[in-house]
Every structure is written in structure tokens, then in C-alpha cells.
């Protein structure tokens, strides 16, 4: 059934995560009347930890839900950097890098977004796009009811894939992309409790060759852990639980107290985080009437620390260039694209650099990260591996903080990261 009732310029966003998000948010702020499909029954809520930089401040801002982002970030303990015995070292915590992250739950950025979603957006949950067909004056999309399995085509005028690394939108319009595995998975959890053994407020960094996990202390809830290993067949860690290769990928040595009660919690969790890293590689994120944004189009990896603000931005940039050009998609998205390409391809190729520093591939990169990241605590050598990490850091923390979404006419500039 053909379904054309709508007026205006109307817009189908693929995917509730903070990308799809975002771009209804603007869409809807510059007149657009934007539908939300999301294939899970309901809201996800849960979600691993992120840190926002400069980039993502400035977006959420302009998205108007900046003010709802409490960091999180737990500055009254410390973070140690341990052995499986439990002895360790001070060492920096993730938000005492450079740039000055925020730390958060990836559900705190969703559920910001969604209370900033204006009431009138249709959102369709249990609901996918199964054919994108375009021409000269629109796209029809034929959209799978996925508890009925009842099917019904209409008719937008732009479609905007937000759904992910395995895009629906990305396989029905532009056919299988350029996947570049970087041979490493990781895993998350938000833990139920405590762990025992550290003060409240207390992180920690088990960081081996070839794996590590991180354990990320929250102000007002429980920590957080993430795990990250080296593989040499992805396919074959998909081949049993998530459990049994996380406890493969850090034996056979015995795990010490530490390490064993944080992998008891994930195997206790409900939907914990496994999967692979992996990069989506595109020569073009558009075409026709339908875009692509977010890991859908580029997937930067959690190592770049990025994934949330370039999708924030690229939302809202979007939306800029869109009311910009009325009546020329074709030259909106074109533009929006030549402004975004060197900030991602940036970004992804920075990832490549910075899962070095969360999982050391040799025992000169561990010896190295160590180092640097130890000696900051030191009160003798502190000033001088601050000032190492600060000047090799230099380009990476500009980038992390450039205001792609600024107003066109403006130039691109460090926004501000003040908490």
C-alpha cells in the first residue's frame, strides 16, 4: 500500500541511538517533519561509557540537551594501573587526559536526546526498512512491522540510515561496504555493584600485551569495565558465549580478584556489550535522497573516543546545510559531506594510533603507556610527562575539540569543552 498523505518535506530516520536522535532533533528544527524507525521493541537504555570532547559539546548545545549531561566523571578517588595480584601504580584516569573529556553513559546521551525530541516526531518502534526504491521526486520505503510482520510503502523526501555498523539502510541502498577489521574485540559492562577491593571512587587499568580491561569509577552510580583484546579470527569469537572468550582471551593465567570479579559480572549481565572493532569505509556516505550518518557511514571505533560527538555533529550539520539549501538536496548534501570527510577520516585513522594506548600490542608499548601515563603522577617527573603528553597529544585534542557543526560562514574552530 502506497501511503502519501504527508505535506511538506518530510524525512524517514533509521535508528533510535544518539545519531538518529540527533538528526530528527534538527530536522524537525529547521521544518522538516521527520519519522523515527527503530527496530527493537522499545528504548534501549543501557549502554557503555563515552567521553565527549569539544566536538560534542558544541553539537549537544545546539541540539539544546548539553545542559541535561551531568559528567560523571568521579574525581574524589584514584586510578591505579595493576597486576593480577592486585598490586599496581597511580596513573591518570580517562578523564584527566587531554581535552578534558566528559565521561558518560551512553545512555545518558540517548535519554538527553530523547527528552529534547520534540513531541510531535512519529516514532515507529518493532519497525524496519526492508526496500528503498528513489526517483526524481522521492524515496519509497517499504517498512517491516517486525511483531506483525505486516509490511506498508510510503513516501519522504530524504532518508537517513542511523542504524548502526550492520545499516539496513547502508546494505539496501549501497549494497556491502568496505569493512576494515582491526583484529581487536571489546567488551562492556555496567556493573551491578561495586567492586571489592577498591575504595568508592576508584579506577583501574589491567593493561597487558595484546589485552586489557579498564574499570571506570562513576559519580552517583556503579562503575563501569571495559575489555579489549587482540584476535586473529574474529569470525571464531562470535563462535561461543561472550563469557567463554573473554575468559580464553585472558588465560590461562589464573585472573587474580580483581579481574575475576568483574568477568563474574558480565557473565551475570543481562545484555552486555560484545562485539568486534571494526570500521565502515565508504567512498560516499550519499546518494540520491539518502544519506548515511553515524557508524552507519564510518564507524570510528570507541578507540577514537569519538563515535558520539562526530555523530552529534554530523546531525546537526545536516540539518544546517539542508536549510541552507532548500530545493537542492543534491548540493546540501554534497556540501555536508566536503565539510565532514577530513574530521572522520581523521578521527579513524587516530583510532588506529589510540588502541595502542588501550591495548598495548608489545611490551614497548606497554613499557611506553606506562610510562607516561604513571609517571604523570609522579611529584618529581609529573610537569615533564605532562608536558610529553600534552605536545604528542597536541593535533588530536584540536581535532577532538573542532566545532564541525558550527554555523556555515563561520570556520571550524576549537569549541569549548568547559564542564
Same mark, same amino acid.
Given at each position: ?112 536526546? %530523547?527528552?529534547?525530541?520534540? +513531541?510531535?516526531?512519529?516514532?515507529? !518502534?518493532? /519497525?524496519?526498512? #526492508? *526496500?528503498? @526504491?528513489?526517483? $526524481? ?80 569509577? %562513576?559519580?552517583?552510580?556503579? +562503575?563501569?569495565?571495559?575489555?579489549? !583484546?587482540? /584476535?586473529?579470527? #574474529? *569470525?571464531? @569469537?562470535?563462535? $561461543? ?179
Amino acid at each position: 500500500m502506497i501511503n502519501n498523505t504527508a505535506n511538506g518535506r518530510r524525512a524517514l530516520v533509521v535508528g533510535l541511538g544518539i545519531s538518529g536522535l540527533s538528526a530528527a532533533i534538527r530536522l524537525r528544527g529547521i521544518g522538516w517533519e521527520p519519522v523515527l524507525a527503530e527496530r527493537a521493541p522499545g528504548r534501549r537504555t543501557e549502554g557503555y561509557f563515552i567521553g565527549l570532547f569539544g566536538a560534542g559539546t558544541a553539537a549537544a548545545a545546539r541540539l539544546g540537551f548539553l545542559g541535561d549531561l551531568t559528567d560523571r566523571a568521579c574525581h574524589t578517588g584514584s586510578t591505579h594501573e595493576v597486576d593480577r595480584a592486585g598490586r599496581g601504580r597511580r596513573c591518570v584516569g580517562f578523564h584527566e587526559l587531554p581535552g578534558t573529556p566528559r565521561l558518560l553513559l551512553r545512555g545518558d546521551v540517548e535519554a538527553a536526546a %530523547f527528552r529534547a525530541l520534540p +513531541p510531535e516526531v512519529e516514532i515507529r !518502534y518493532a /519497525t524496519e526498512p #526492508v *526496500a528503498i @526504491e528513489q526517483d $526524481a521526486d522521492g524515496v519509497a520505503v517499504t517498512l517491516r512491522d517486525t511483531a506483525t510482520g505486516r509490511s506498508r510503502t510510503e513516501r519522504f523526501d530524504l532518508v537517513v540510515g542511523a542504524d548502526g555498523v550492520r545499516s539496513a539502510v547502508r546494505e539496501l541502498v549501497f549494497g556491502p561496504a568496505r569493512v576494515r577489521r582491526l583484529n581487536y574485540m571489546v567488551g562492556a559492562v555496567k556493573l551491578a555493584e561495586p567492586v571489592p577491593g577498591l575504595r568508592p571512587g576508584d579506577g583501574a587499568v589491567l593493561a597487558e600485551v595484546g589485552r586489557s580491561m579498564w574499570l571506570f569509577p %562513576f559519580t552517583g552510580t556503579t +562503575p563501569a569495565a571495559l575489555f579489549s !583484546y587482540r /584476535t586473529t579470527d #574474529v *569470525a571464531a @569469537e562470535f563462535g $561461543a558465549p561472550p563469557i567463554d572468550r573473554l575468559r580464553a582471551a585472558f588465560g590461562p593465567e589464573p585472573p587474580g580478584a580483581l579481574l575475576e570479579a568483574v568477568l563474574t559480572e558480565f557473565e551475570r549481565a543481562e545484555r552486555p556489550l560484545f562485539d568486534s572493532a571494526e570500521q565502515i569505509r565508504l567512498k560516499s556516505w550519499h546518494r540520491g535522497r539518502v544519506v548515511l550518518l553515524g557508524d552507519s557511514a564510518w564507524c570510528m571505533t570507541l578507540y577514537s573516543g569519538m563515535g558520539a560527538s562526530a555523530g552529534m555533529a554530523g546531525a546537526h550539520l545536516l540539518g544546517t546545510l539542508l536549510a541552507a539549501h532548500p530545493g537542492r538536496l543534491d548540493l546540501a548534501l554534497g556540501e555536508w559531506e566536503r565539510r565532514l570527510r577530513p574530521f572522520v577520516t581523521y578521527h579513524q585513522r587516530e583510532a588506529l594510533r589510540q588502541r595502542q594506548f588501550f591495548t598495548p600490542a608489545s611490551r614497548f608499548q606497554r613499557a611506553v603507556r606506562s610510562t607516561v601515563l604513571c609517571g604523570l603522577k609522579s611529584p618529581r617527573a609529573g610537569g615533564f610527562h605532562r608536558w610529553v603528553l600534552d605536545t604528542t597529544a597536541a593535533k588530536s585534542q584540536r581535532m577532538k575539540s573542532l566545532d564541525i557543526s558550527a554555523p556555515i560562514g563561520r570556520e571550524a574552530e576549537p569549541a569549548l569543552t568547559a564542564k
